[in-house]
Nanobody
Framework: EVQLVESGGGLVQPGGSLRLSCAAS????????MSWVRQAPGKGLEWVST????????YYADSVRGRFTIFRDNAKNTVYLQMNNLKPEDTAVYYC???????????WGQGTQVTVSS
């Protein structure tokens, strides 16, 4: 059974940092590109970042570039999102997503809440 379990969310003040983790199981993690996607209250889904299978290539939305860093540890089947200099507009539920390929469909985790507020 495929599972993506996010953790690390919480309440943080503006300018603070959080690190999200997504622990994967049930599939060959090192063969899948992974992404983080967020949904702010009352808004649609917003792509945040993607990392390729080996971790060499990363991509960011303009809204987070320079503040967020995606990385992965294939030995631990985990992808991370380091979030620095957080802003109130970063408040959202953050989802971990397995990208689809010719071998597997996309798959979503259950999400973790991040709230940036003073």
């Amino acid at each position: 059974e495929v599972q993506l379990v996010e953790s690390g969310g919480g309440l943080v003040q503006p300018g603070g940092s959080l690190r999200l983790s997504c622990a994967a199981s049930g599939f060959i993690f090192s063969s899948s590109a992974m992404s983080w996607v967020r949904q702010a209250p009352g808004k649609g889904l917003e792509w945040v970042s993607t990392i390729n299978t080996g971790g060499e290539n990363t991509y960011y939305a303009d809204s987070v570039r320079g503040r967020f860093t995606i990385f992965r540890d294939n030995a631990k089947n985990t992808v991370y999102l380091q979030m620095n200099n957080l802003k109130p507009e970063d408040t959202a539920v953050y989802y971990c997503k397995r990208e689809s390929s010719q071998w597997v469909p996309e798959y979503w985790g259950q999400g973790t809440q991040v709230t940036v507020s003073s």
